[in-house]
């Protein structure tokens, strides 16, 4: 009955699209009324400008697809005139003086588009600057020392917006001297341009009073020292003070320095005890500077929901919830504690095959580096020492396996963009129980298989470098981002070979198990260009590579390290571990799929678009597949001719956009089946409604 079911929601999903636009259609309901269908600008000569930094300052923006606007956006002559000077006036802001906008408008069935024909106007060059300052002052020796860092130089082109930032990065620069009180509103510039044709001479000055102030209200600029330094935060709240202090870097009697607040409201807010972190500063006197640090707590513990559930054609289905616990402030010093529950449960309609999977784990992240006080470190950023312990009990129709597993490491960040995982100690202990005497029969065919599947005892070291563009929790502007991972086991073990035991196999052991050698990483690079009204609308690319290999002690990769494709954030085709390796079929000994290899290649393309309320629709498209690297079968293994043997898939999905949570469900159609018989991989139509020919995925968040 499920499977009959799945049948219908594409159907289902089409009639829900064409619901959502004859609902729009009734909402054209002004017969006399015309509406704006698209803009566009186009420059009438080369110019360094770009399309995007003009659009934003369009008065009047159409609402997206046209099948899903509800509310259509009335035309508006006075929009497109108000649109054209707010162009004028950016233009002018970026330099580009006397520039001329001609709106063309053009109308088809009552809809209008709008061409902004646009021809930049006279730039002027720098050919000289000068400065202004305050004769005989700290502050005149103090700027001429910056004057290498100034960001405007001769030969660049007159440009407000450039001045202003420039105003701003001096003006930064001065209170990291001790001058708390200056700010852009002390800068001003004049530029004379009939020095010359098309250049013009700047002169900078840097005033003892403000762009609202005469000159009579001039007042030199003093250097000033902290004064008083205090702490406040709710009496609710139980806090080790020590911590507070010891991640404070704005100390009574020292210079004040404006890269000492932010680097103590880093710190502070990286605890993540507080919601808010305000540091506030007040004159004391003429060169002293109180400091008022005010924290707002934030919630402390909860509880968080993750859930996934996938089911294909062929009637396997598949539940994956997550229940944790968490505590910002454990030990009273910001230590976080987290608690998580997990299952995975398999069932297949119509048959007694199943798999149970019970997780859980508890990790203890402590908010300094163990072993080191913090005075050893300077900057924004403050490593913390996890200490994570997990146990995972699996059942399937082949055997029972219980992982044990822990870690001691440290994370952190590099200025705004980098961030780290280094774990010098990682500890896994595999035991295998109840093997099926016919899974153990197909191993035993299998050698590559067999080491895969066997009690062993892993000790290594691994980490995770990770880089954003953007370190938004949900970027709102087009990001990228390359994630590295790096996994090493059995090295340090190696070099004590000599003196451990070996079982009938020759391999080594340790607490009476062989313990794994390997080397693994995982590479992925992705990037989400943003585009559209209100950047509402999303293209989002990802490419991972990951490769590992056994070596020394070990035959093979470990199961549990090996790769897999499919599933919900994935090749969403397929159900997860169902792809691969290369064109092998299925393996017939495992009831639910147990696909993996030892390098995996994917790569994932995903629209994402704007339905109605809270809905968001997506179309996706995937390859990959994953390979082994030796193999007993010539059908598994990675070659020159890998291209032949990739995935591919398509699909659509409909998201809810909560906020706080997006919630997913996905339908993905296989395209090519490396598992099909030669000359019968590629899948139509016909194929995706058959057995095994699609697959559905909810989930929670994005897919990447």
Known sequence: MARHLFKYVPALCAAALLAASCGAARHLENEDATYLSKNEVKFTERTPLKVSQITP????????????????????????????QSIKDHLEYLGYYNSTVEPFISEKNKWKKVVYYITPGTRYQIKEIRFKLPQGTSLEADFLDDVDNISVKVGDYLSEADLEVESARSASYLRTKGYYSINTNYYSFEADTLSGPDSTILEMRVNEYTRNQSPSAAKPHEIYTIGEVTFSYPEGLNFDNRILKSLNTIKPGDIYDETEVNKTYSRLSALKVFSGVGIELSDADSSRVNCAINLTPSKLQGFKVNWETSFNSSGLLGISPQLSYYNRNIFKGGEWLNLS???NFQRKFKSKIKSDEFGVSASLSLPRFLGLPYERFKGSNIPRTEINASFNYQSRPEYTRYIFSSSYGYTGSFGRYFSYQFYPMQLNL???????EDFIYNLIQNPFMWYSYQDHFDAGLGGVLYYTSDNALVPKTSYHYVRLSLDSSGNLLSLFKGAMKSDEYGEKLIFGLPFSQYVRSELSVGKTWRFGHE????????LLVGAGLAYGNSSSLPFEKQFYSGGANSLRGWRSRSVGPGVAEPISYFSIPSQTGDFKLEANLEYRFPMFWKLEGALFAETGNVWAWKSDDEKEIFNSDFYRTLAADWGTGVRVDLSF??????VGFKLHDPARAEGHRWVGPDGWFSRGGSALHFGVGYPF
């Open 661 to 666: 949570i997006v919630l997913r469900l996905d």
């Open 341 to 343: 529950f997990m299952g």
């Open 535 to 542: 950047k509402n609308q999303a293209l989002a690319a990802r």
């Open 430 to 436: 595999v035991r295998l129980r109840n093997m099926d």
């Open 57 to 84: 300052y369009l008065k009047q923006q159409p609402s997206g697809l046209k099948i899903f606007q509800k509310n259509r956006v009335e035309f508006s002559q006075e929009l497109v005139d108000a649109s054209v």
